[in-house]
């Protein structure tokens, strides 16, 4: 399970380092992707194979499921980690995601995301004390 927050720099290769805690579960692979809000996701490569597997199940007649399965797909890259513990991220997700110097790295339970500081900055913001408690009461807790 991923979780915490990190601020990591994006050199000018486009490479982006994984909190050291992360890489044990990216070790076999990943897939970096466009994701929810405009972040970047990384998912390792057994819990991406299962969203592939449930997106390629998507209708063929149906043009929202074209389109999302076109979105999803055109965006996603295989990458490795580096011996130092980096990925390289494609120029595209970089420009989709507004990522150009600076990223937080933020663990989402089955997946990374990586978002624009700012950007992060307003998103977590948004949850209010409120909405969190009625959230966790949802949960049964």
Not at 34 to 61: G, H, M
């Amino acid at each position: 399970m991923f979780t915490g927050e990190f601020r990591h720099t994006i050199d000018g290769k486009g490479r982006v380092a994984v909190p050291a805690r992360f890489r044990a579960d990216l070790a076999a692979g990943a897939t970096v992707c466009r994701w929810l809000e405009n972040c970047v996701a990384i998912f390792p490569k057994t819990q991406w194979q299962q969203l592939a597997d449930a997106a390629s199940a998507e209708r063929y007649a149906d043009a929202g499921a074209r389109a999302f399965t076109r979105f999803l797909f055109s965006g996603a890259f295989e990458v490795e980690l580096d011996g130092q513990g980096r990925l390289v991220l494609p120029a595209s997700l970089r420009k989709f995601a507004g990522l150009q110097s600076d990223a937080v790295v933020v663990g989402a339970a089955d997946h990374i995301e990586l978002w624009e500081p700012a950007r992060w900055d307003g998103i977590s913001a948004e949850m209010s004390s409120e909405e969190f408690a009625e959230r966790i009461g949802g949960l049964g807790i």
